[in-house]
């Protein structure tokens, strides 16, 4: 009798495969599959458009923005971005991403680059400060309302307190990859999440995001909360509000940990 060989190996790690298995399916193709309408994966090496996966909102790198670096992904050498925190970003122009919607999700993957917190700075934002009729999401130093400091805010307009959502105090890491979401659904909640736990959440009235005239930009908005000093990778937004579940296998994809579905099932 032939003996038969056992192979244990943990799904972070393939061991002796030189290649994932054949059921490993791209984090590109997971997050396309769920129809963002806006994916931006910041793999260019060189030039000046930051390319729209799904061809809505490509835009200009502003600055020196440092192409080409490691990204976040395991088993994808695409690249990341690197901002500077000072003159850096992605200038969207018009681009209305998430005007009008009633639910919607912003995820994204980030290294924070300063060795602390200790100013604002935006992730994503179609805010036309002074006006304030729009939404942006940013690391901030000092959420206005809750005073928790060194965390992830997203409002979906400025001054509306009941539209803002404020994460939990130190929620920003320097210097490791951190995966977060945030996602809204109108008359249900308000949700952020950082490594796929939900951080804080808070129930929504029926809203929409505001229509607005302003620009959209990536690592910078007018006014108070300015540049981010951050590396960004695998930005997407979406007009649906992801579950927990569809959250928690897209982190788990991008650390490289294989979910098989249940038989007779379908992946998230």
Same mark, same amino acid.
Do not use: C
């Given at each position: ?5 056992? #192979? ?5 790690? +393939? *061991? ?7 059921? +490993?399916?791209?984090?590109? &193709? ?19 458009? $930051?390319? @729209? ?7 200009? !790198?502003?600055?020196? #923005? ?5 990204? #976040? ?5 695409? *690249? ?12 969207? *122009?018009?681009?209305? =991403? =998430? ?6 999700? #912003? ?24 006006? =304030? ?7 901030? &130093?000092?959420?206005? !309302? ?10 979906? @307009?400025? %001054?509306?307190?009941?539209?803002? %959502?404020? *994460? ?27 490594? $796929?736990? /939900? &951080?804080?959440?808070?129930? /929504? ?36 509000? /992801? ?8 982190? @788990?994809?991008?650390?490289?940990? /294989?979910? %098989? ?8």
């Amino acid at each position: 009798m032939t003996p038969i060989r056992h #192979v244990d190996f943990e799904p972070a790690d +393939w *061991g002796e495969f030189a290649d994932p298995p054949a059921a +490993w399916s791209g984090y590109a &193709d997971r997050v396309l599959a769920h129809n963002p309408i806006a994916y931006w994966r910041f793999g260019e090496a060189s030039g000046s458009v $930051a390319v @729209d996966q799904v061809g809505n909102a490509s835009g200009t !790198y502003v600055g020196a #923005v440092a192409l080409g670096q490691p990204g #976040v992904l395991e088993h994808d050498d695409n *690249g990341s971005a690197g901002f500077n925190g000072s003159d850096t970003s992605v200038d969207l *122009g018009s681009a209305p =991403l =998430l005007d009008g919607q009633s639910a919607g999700t #912003v995820m994204f993957w980030m290294k924070y680059t300063a060795p602390s917190v200790t100013a604002d700075g935006a992730v994503l934002a179609r805010w036309p400060d002074p006006a =304030l009729s729009g939404w942006m999401l940013w690391v901030d &130093d000092r959420a206005y !309302y809750s005073n928790r400091r060194r965390t992830m805010s997203f409002a979906m @307009d400025i %001054l509306e307190e009941p539209l803002r %959502l404020e *994460g939990s105090t130190d929620l920003i890491t320097p210097g490791s990859w951190d995966f977060y979401a945030v996602t809204f659904e109108s008359g249900v909640a308000m949700r952020l999440y950082k490594n $796929a736990a /939900l &951080d804080r959440q808070r129930s /929504l009235a029926s809203v929409s995001m505001p229509v607005t005239t302003a620009a959209s930009r990536i690592g910078f908005t007018d006014g108070t909360v300015g540049h981010l000093p951050a590396g960004l990778d695998e930005l997407a937004v979406f007009d649906t509000a /992801l579950t927990a579940e569809q959250i928690a296998a897209l982190y @788990d994809l991008g650390r490289g940990v /294989l979910n %098989l579905p249940a038989a007779g099932g379908r992946e998230p």
